[in-house]
């Protein structure tokens, strides 16, 4: 759904008031995380110069749900991202974010399908709404970057035993390239 939409565009007017374009009407902080969190793609323009202000709104909200003790981020990572923007490790950490992201999103959509399928449990009564709940539980766990999709917005689960062996060999990769990254990064702190 999220991908094949445009991000949905609010603008910044002069008072610092946020415009929701697709509803004409005005929006909160809260309300563009919670869009965010249903997995809708923001961008916020300023409407007088049209500079992109996304980012810097985005950060915003983080730092509004850290300082109400929501936190996600660990002082070590806060700490380390700091001392990432007065080194020359400044180029990868972005990308090593932006793929430490990725295998969550799909390690919480391997370990939901898995629930589900192959489980001779899924057909007991009572195991739709203790999925639901473990979907709940793992969006409020990762803050719901995961975008977990569940009954009909699932994707098409006819994947083969080799295909899923497959899988598993990449995930295995992944987390061997992670820790490896994981190294070199913490030995460029020191």
Do not use: C, W
């Not at 563009?32 to 916020?44: L, N, P, S």
């Not at 700091?82 to 180029?91: C, E, F």
């Amino acid at each position: 759904m999220a991908e094949t939409e445009k991000p949905l565009l609010i603008k910044r007017y002069a008072s610092r008031r946020l415009y929701n374009t697709e509803t004409s009407d005005y929006v909160t902080l809260e309300d563009i995380a919670e869009f965010i969190r249903d997995g809708r793609e923001v961008q916020i323009i300023d409407l007088k110069s049209g500079d992109d202000l996304t980012r810097q709104y985005l950060l915003q909200i983080v730092a509004e749900h850290e300082s109400r003790g929501e936190s996600v981020l660990p002082i070590s990572v806060l700490t380390d991202l700091v001392r990432s923007y007065t080194t020359q490790a400044t180029s990868v950490v972005p990308e090593f974010l932006a793929a430490s992201f990725e295998m969550l999103r799909e390690g919480q959509s391997a370990m939901m399908e898995n629930m589900t399928k192959n489980n001779p449990l899924a057909s007991m009564p009572g195991m739709d709404a203790m999925r639901a709940q473990q979907e709940a539980f793992m969006k409020a766990v990762t803050g719901g970057i995961g975008g977990l999709k569940s009954g009909p917005e699932r994707e098409d689960e006819s994947k083969s035993a080799a295909a899923e062996a497959g899988e598993d060999e990449d995930l295995t990769e992944i987390r061997k390239q992670l820790a490896e990254l994981q190294q070199k990064l913490s030995k460029m702190n020191k």
